[in-house]
């Protein structure tokens, strides 16, 4: 029979009665804080801070991929905007060998060079096929319609009905991955350093067509006769999508490529780089659209025929001689090589403000008031600066020894003035240590902010920031005086490394998404940028 002692039974008395008194304290400070919140102990409320916000011009953005984060997206056309001006982008990359080397053979003839750069798409439904170059339905050997994938082009700005023209030259000038003064360092390219073009290699006119999806190879060089079509390669990508294609200079190529395939240049890829330095894609004219573009799917690709020796089959005629299975024929052969655009890559912005909003709020921005727009656009564009203190203000928040419950900043959308398509997401960033701020370090873009908020009828409305951290942070350190913070649009590159604690901003911009912003000004604008602050007291 188990025995249970005294004592046993008084000791866990004792741990009960504590238990309860603890239970019934803990009710009492909880019954305690709601009647001291009550009472008007801890006072609750919001202010509005009245800030000060000026446009600056962004003199160029970097544009190589020599960083192992940088972007591999690439920006090409040209597009005027009634309020953001005038930009047109051009693209600037080495070409890199195949992986199995060069050797073209015996007796190679170009069939033709085609530089190939895919649109960024997305396949929505079906449709019936057209020629691209003509425009006419193609129909299969029946006389019926093709069905092929319809594709929409993502990532193209302006209009997209208005052509222009594409220009490519050999680039003269040596990409760098290292820094010549200093090659401990990577190089660094920005946008508006001018290249050396040698070799005009294509000229035409160009407008986006999301049908081009089949290129068309003819082969001309399969017999004596070069005059007759002997064979045509339909060439499309594994999910068809569509991608723009320039044919090239196919005398360039003999006299650079096929004629010197024993030479030095191929035996490697640096030795290939120093004598062929790579592409110059140049967008020409006034106006178009502008479209964002995946570099590491562009390739050049040489088609050509060459001689090979081959054995007949019994019964088989290789080479038209009328004797079938003969050993050690000449034959000529369909082949193709792939150059894939790679090694460093850069690019070139133009652009022209004249007579544009924009222009005047650049040039002549009211850094002591502030703007009573703000124009932030990417790809070397435009960017606001913003101060949410003066000394005297942050200095009179300390004074009132405020717990900063919440603080946002928020940017409305001047829907009087806005046009085309907005930036999806801002970012803010710390001017003067070019930092991101201490919200998005420890939360996140979740809570940080910056995506676009819509209206109720689905018209781009607002950005707001959560400044939480930075706030209380800045208030709590009586030795830090205000900073300025940097708005800008938003590019993936901006996004920190959180698991290596890089809190680095990268000048990387190549979105040419514009949005205008309500500036500070006037203060009777219910709708003007203001730092709105929750706290207790």
Known sequence: MLKISAGIIKNVGILLLLFFAISAC????????????????????????????????????????????????????????????????????????????????????????????????????????????????????????????????????????????????????????????????????????????????????????????????????????????DDIDTIKSENSSPSMKFYLDKQFFKSRFLDQQDAPYFDSNENFVHYFKGLVVEAMGMDGSLMNLSAIQTRMTIYYTQDEIKNEADGEDLNGNGITGEDGVTVRSKKLMNFNVGGTRAANYTRDYSGTPVENAMMNPDINNGEKELFIQGAAGSNAMINLFTPQSLQELRDKNYLINEANLILKVDKSLQKGKVPNQLFLYKYDSNT???????????????????????????????????????????????????????????????????????????????VILHGNLPESDANRLKLQIFYSK
């Open 26 to 229: 803990e009710r009492d400070i909880e019954n305690i804080g709601v009647d001291l919140i009550d009472n008007g102990a801890f006072k609750v409320g919001d202010t509005l801070v009245e800030v000060v916000a000026y446009n600056v011009n962004v003199e160029a953005s970097r544009v190589d991929n020599n960083e192992h984060n940088a972007s591999t997206l690439a920006l090409l056309g040209v597009n005027r905007n009634s309020n953001f001006g005038y930009v047109k982008a051009d693209i600037v990359s080495q070409l890199i060998l195949p992986p199995t080397g060069v050797d073209f053979g015996d007796n190679p003839v170009i069939d033709l060079v085609v530089l190939d750069i895919p649109y960024l798409s997305t396949k929505d439904s079906l449709q019936n096929a057209y020629d691209p170059e003509t425009g006419e339905e193609i129909l299969d050997d029946d006389g019926n319609k093709i069905r092929v994938p319809s594709f929409t082009i993502d990532s193209i700005y302006g209009n997209k009905e208005i052509p222009f023209q594409i220009k490519v030259n050999e680039l003269e000038t040596f990409l760098n991955v290292l820094n010549p003064e200093d090659p401990s360092k990577k190089m660094t390219y920005y946008s508006d350093k001018e290249f050396q073009k040698g070799a005009e290699l294509y000229l035409g006119d160009f407008k986006p067509n999301r049908n081009d999806t089949v290129l068309y190879v003819e082969r001309r060089y399969l017999d004596d006769d070069p005059s007759t079509v």
């Open 436 to 514: 991101i701020l201490e919200d998005l370090q420890a939360y996140g873009f979740d809570v940080f902010g910056g995506s676009l908020v819509y209206d109720d009828d689905g018209e781009p409305d607002y950005y707001k920031f959560r400044l939480t951290t930075y706030i209380t942070k800045l208030l709590n350190d009586p030795d830090k005086g205000p900073e300025p913070l940097v708005l800008k649009s938003f590019n993936p590159t901006d996004t920190p490394n959180f698991e290596e604690h890089d809190s680095i901003v990268k000048d990387y911009s190549y979105i040419p998404k514009g």
